[in-house]
């Protein structure tokens, strides 16, 4: 995996940027997708619209194929202090995106706070008809958004209290693990990536208290994450936590070996909600908080931007672009294909 760290005083201009990415595509112009996560619209007038809504104008600029949140969307259908039902702001705020940038829901603890996720659910029957996941396919990627907010041993924790049960991505045979084991098994034959997409985080570096990783789907044969690994899932992008964490290539709760099949796991809660948790207490949390990970698994990150991601795909290169608000170049790497040539 070629990586460039984020340096902590430097940002790529925006031409630069686009000048290194036309560049990139020059032969195989693959296509682009966002992510972003956490926007909690309604919960800080201050950050957590006019973020969401700048970020979106700056995915909108680069007109991506689609777009995935990855959950806490809203706080709650309940009003803010400016009166407005948080809910129906995020739905205002995401209709800026451009219509012909799709746009792919994950269900968080926050959508799951209320009604059991059906109130959420509501919100995208496209989406959400059948259960609280869904795959699709896009130019032989494959694509696929799990619930794993309810099915971690943490899950009454302050804040997750209220997500109960759903479908048990974490647990062999449940209805959601059922499910995912028959659709990665019935990619289409030509798939080439495979990404996943949850809420909670596996390796997240926040470490806030009650936003605690989730911890058994890591390790042991039949864990969520070591399912991922050993269907190829190149990377898998989650938000949770207020920060941006990019593990190593993880096989087994661990750093891959050369040839190994294995996972790149994202962090990427920065599209709004509060970020720099803990910096006010005495002595402030530190970031990246690694006594939360296995050893060797971090990468890097921070806590003090908010953000989006910009990915494109083609035939032999993931390439993903972490940007600010203003358009600033925070962290960017590339992932080349197993099968890929020299
Ligand atoms: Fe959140």
Redesign the pocket.
């Known amino acids: 995996m070629r990586t460039a760290r984020r340096p902590s005083c430097f940002f790529v201009p925006l031409f630069l940027l686009t000048l290194l990415v036309s560049c990139a595509s020059k032969d195989d112009p693959g296509f682009t997708f966002a992510v972003v ?2 926007s ?1 619209t309604g ?1 800080t007038l201050e950050t957590g619209k006019l973020v969401y809504k700048r970020l979106l104008e700056q995915i909108n600029e680069r007109r991506p194929d689609l777009l995935v949140h990855c ?2 969307w809203i706080v709650g259908p309940s009003y803010d202090r400016a009166g407005d039902a948080t809910a129906d702001t995020f739905l205002t705020y995401t209709a800026i995106l451009d219509s012909a940038i799709a746009f792919y829901p994950v269900l ?3 959508e799951g706070d209320y009604e059991d996720y059906t109130y959420s659910m509501d919100l995208y029957p496209d989406h959400f008809g059948s259960g609280g996941w869904y795959s699709f396919d896009h130019k032989r990627a494959h694509f696929f958004v799990i619930e794993n907010n309810s099915d971690a041993s943490d899950s009454t924790l302050r804040g997750y209290r209220t997500c109960r049960p759903n479908g048990g991505i974490n647990t062999p045979g449940s209805p959601q693990r059922a499910w995912l084991d028959a659709d990665l098994a019935g990619r289409p034959p030509d798939t080439r990536w495979t990404f996943g997409f949850g ?1 909670r985080s596996y390796y997240g570096a926040e470490g806030y208290s009650g ?1 605690k990783n989730v911890y058994e789907g890591r390790t042991g044969q039949d864990a969520i994450c070591r399912v991922m690994e050993d269907a190829g899932v190149a990377v898998f992008f989650n ?4 920060c941006y964490t990019r593990s190593r290539a993880i096989r087994g709760g661990g750093p891959a070996q050369a040839g190994e099949p294995s996972t790149v796991y994202l962090t990427c ?1 920065g599209a709004g ?1 509060r970020i720099n948790r803990g910096s006010k207490r005495k002595p402030p949390l530190a970031f990246p908080a690694l006594h939360e990970l296995p050893a060797d698994t971090y990468e890097t990150g921070f806590k003090d931007h908010y953000f989006f991601l910009l990915c494109r795909v083609t035939e032999d290169r993931f390439h993903a672009d972490v940007i600010d608000t203003s358009g600033a170049l925070l962290d960017s790497f590339t992932i080349k294909h197993p099968l890929a040539g020299r």
């Open positions: 996560s956490d909690h919960g959950g806490d968080g603890n926050h809420h936003r938000g949770d936590q207020h809660g909600g």
